[in-house]
């Protein structure tokens, strides 16, 4: 199915200066190391105080902190097992003091255990294991306190853990979910109820209806959305398909409400969102940590690659120059992340620099390429000044490879889910490349290849997967195969 694209370039612009809502899980994960880090500084420094003011004796560092380590491993990993550092929890104005004595008594307990076991409880003082317990659970019951409050702060100023949900279906069900799961309180906004436009939904509900699913992505591109939630009770299977694969290019978690159509998607995960349970079918992707991860790798490795490749960079750029009139840097449109616009860095190959609504891909043997650019297009020099583009943000070292515009436009009418490739920030490598994909792509099938590995990148990135293709980029330079 041919996907129509929404040629807004303000709107793109808009979308990637908007800051997207912060996965609330790293919330939770900040939170756990902070009392990870407190009852090990705890154990620590109620020995040295009870040690140094009390006894007058010096103490052996290294138990006392040993002892913290497991101690806080342990009633950390309990909370964490029992949900305790889940975003719902952490926003509870109820601090679960029972909840934390338990599980620091479990933890004590173990702790005698494993001091018995091992014959060294005897190096421990009764009097500091009572104080260091009395310390370790006020700061646990501290810490939730903070959270809690540093929570609704930002949930009443609209902050970056506010989750904004729109919901498709004009219908009774769709009604009663946005009852259901929206609450101020816990961050939950309801952006709004869109309608898919089909025959027949059942149970239909059209008071309060804010657009169609045309509405619907424009307000996805624009940043305003974080999920979109399915309600549509006894639409046709094929319908259900239309939608989720129509949907899923947007960079938004994609879930359904409770029906029928729970049977044919038995992989998703079944999650809750305010009171309701949703079954998820496409998560955002990078979510949690590993968008952290994915900015801190750009930012680190393209800023000392850039630094590294600057002398090579003035080497070429003069050569370029010197070669031919016209400028060293040839500079073009692209759609990057959410489909926003940016501008391409490259070193100047051609005798021309189109960047319009035609453009004629190079092919082997094509005369606009001068002698200097066959030999950077060759070993990928050509595309170094990209990495002026990750350290901005516009890009990312490794990701799907952005198209022209103008090639932009015609593949996404042409190839199904083509637009996916844009829920991450373009790379100046990508799966595709390093296995064969690089290079002109005159056919439709060649595309659609292309397209198929960059979608499996998405699915299944990691770190070590970066890596990975970073490595194979290196190879692929040294030894290239089809560079144009």
Known sequence: MAETHIDKTDTYERARRRPTSASRAL???????????????????????????????????????AAGIVGATGVTTLMRRDGYYEFDQLLSAT?????????????????????????????????????????????LILSRGVASYILRDMIRKGGVFTRRIAVVGATELAARFAEKAGSAE?????????????????DEHTAGVSGDLNALEQAARNGEIDDIVIATPRTSKEDM????????????????????????????AVTRVGDANVLSLYQRPLEDWGGVLKTVEDFVLGTILLVIASPLLLLIACAVKLQSKGPALFVQQRHGFNNAVFKI???????????????????????RITPLGGFLRR??????????????????????????????????????????????????????????FRGETSENELMEQRVRYDLSYIDNWSIWFDFKILLMTILAVIFPKNAV
Request: hydrophobic letters at 45%; aromatic letters at 14%; one cysteine or more.
């Open 186 to 202: 816990n961050g939950i906004t309801i952006t709004g109820i869109f309608d898919p436009g089909l025959a027949s939904m059942g």
């Open 241 to 268: 398909d239309r939608i989720s694969r129509r949907l899923s290019s947007l960079p938004v978690t994609i879930s359904i409400c409770p029906n029928i159509h729970w049977l044919d998607h038995t992989g998703g």
């Open 379 to 436: 070993y990928s020099l050509d595309e170094l000044p990209q990495l002026i583009n990750v350290v901005k943000g516009d890009m990312s070292l490794v990701g799907p490879r952005p198209h022209a515009l103008a090639h932009n436009h015609q593949y996404a009418q042409l190839i199904e889910n083509y637009s996916g490739r844009h829920k991450v920030k373009p790379g100046i490598t990508g799966w595709a490349q390093v296995n064969g």
């Open 345 to 367: 860095y490259k070193f100047r190959t051609m005798t021309v620099a189109e960047d319009g609504d035609e453009i004629k891909q190079a092919a082997v043997g094509d005369a």
């Open 27 to 65: 919330f939770g994960d900040i939170v756990q190391f902070i009392d990870f880090i407190a009852v090990i500084g705890t154990s620590v420094l109620v020995a040295y105080a009870y040690h140094a003011f009390v006894l007058f004796l010096p103490f052996d560092f290294q138990y006392y902190a």
């Open 95 to 139: 601090w679960n003091i029972r909840a934390i004595l338990s599980r620091w008594v479990l933890t004590v307990l173990g702790l005698l255990a494993f001091g018995f076991a091992l014959k060294i409880s005897e190096n421990f003082s009764r009097v500091w294991l009572l104080f260091w317990s009395i310390s370790a659970v006020g700061f």
